[in-house]
């Protein structure tokens, strides 16, 4: 938002919320948040941290520096699971179809997070920060899931949208 008087867009409003979401985050690396979107209204968030009942990295450190493993590398080799996958989780707990739902993210979904959001069917990813992982665009582009990269609140930085636009 260039003035502030005006509203945010409802991608502003939903990534800002997913923001906040993601300072729930028990990841000695990186906060991540995540929320489902449909009709405008949040169905599910999720955020990065280990599974309910296991002790969180904040506690046990973290086994990713432990092993000098770098960003976007052997996703099975950590404690935690992404905000992508607790958002997705959250919502079959409760019964809540995320068919046709948008995703917020604060960064990029990887390989195994867009994999998972593709079979769910979701219409759109919004997302704040990038990810290494060239092979999660290259699948979410391939099954028609518009990308939308917005780089700061307010400013639409790169739009990675082909005709399938919902």
């Not at 005006?6 to 993601?22: H, M, N, Q």
């Not at 391939?142 to 636009?165: C, F, R, S, Y």
């Amino acid at each position: 938002m260039t003035d502030t008087s005006e509203r945010p867009s409802w991608p502003e409003y939903f990534l800002a919320i997913t923001e906040l979401v993601g300072e729930r985050s028990t990841c000695t690396r990186r906060k991540v948040g995540a929320i489902l979107v449909r009709d405008k209204r949040i169905i599910s968030t999720g955020y990065n941290g280990a599974p309910t009942k296991i002790r969180h990295c904040l506690e046990v450190g973290c086994l990713r520096e432990q092993r000098n493993i770098p960003s976007g590398e052997r996703h099975e080799l950590c404690r935690g699971l992404h905000a992508e996958q607790n958002a997705l989780i959250q919502a079959a707990l409760h019964g809540v179809s995320v068919k046709d739902s948008t995703v917020y993210c604060t960064n990029m979904p990887c390989s195994i997070c867009s994999k998972m959001l593709i079979n769910a069917q979701v219409k759109a990813i919004y997302y704040k920060e990038g990810y290494p992982d060239e092979l999660a665009s290259d699948m979410l582009s391939e099954a028609g899931v518009p990308l939308i990269h917005i780089g700061h609140i307010g400013k639409l930085a790169e739009i990675n949208i082909q005709d399938t636009m919902p």
